[in-house]
Each structure stands twice: as structure tokens, then as C-alpha cells.
């Protein structure tokens, strides 16, 4: 097995607690959502040479009450 990477990354409050409950949903942890969610993004981007969304570089917005 290849060795892992280990990678700080610093998120906003809402994007977190939005992917925690993502994870939950999906019986991942945080990381391992956050690990599934960027191997789709590269499979998509090497599928079609083209990212998830045309609005990549966006910040996103969250409704989230």
C-alpha cells in the first residue's frame, strides 16, 4: 500500500461542520470525506479534462441555519 500524505489544510467553520455532516451521512470521518470528495473530483477532471464545476475558484455559499 502506498504510503499516505499527510497535508494541513485550514477550513472555514461552515465548510467543516458541512462536510462532518456530509461524512455522517456517508459513514466516512471528515478526512476520509474529504479524501473521497477530492478522488472524485481528479477521476472527473481526468474523464472529461474538465473540473466538477466551471466555478472551481468561487467561494461557495452554504444555507445552512
Known sequence: M????????RLS???YDAIAAWAEDDF????GQI??????CV???KK???????????APEFDIK
Open 2 to 9: 502506498a504510503e499516505k500524505k499527510q497535508v494541513p489544510l
Open 13 to 15: 467553520a461552515k465548510l
Open 28 to 31: 466516512r470521518s471528515v478526512n
Open 35 to 40: 479524501e473521497y470528495l477530492l478522488t472524485e
Open 43 to 45: 477521476k472527473q477532471r
Open 48 to 58: 472529461d479534462g474538465k473540473y466538477v464545476s466551471e466555478h472551481l475558484d468561487e
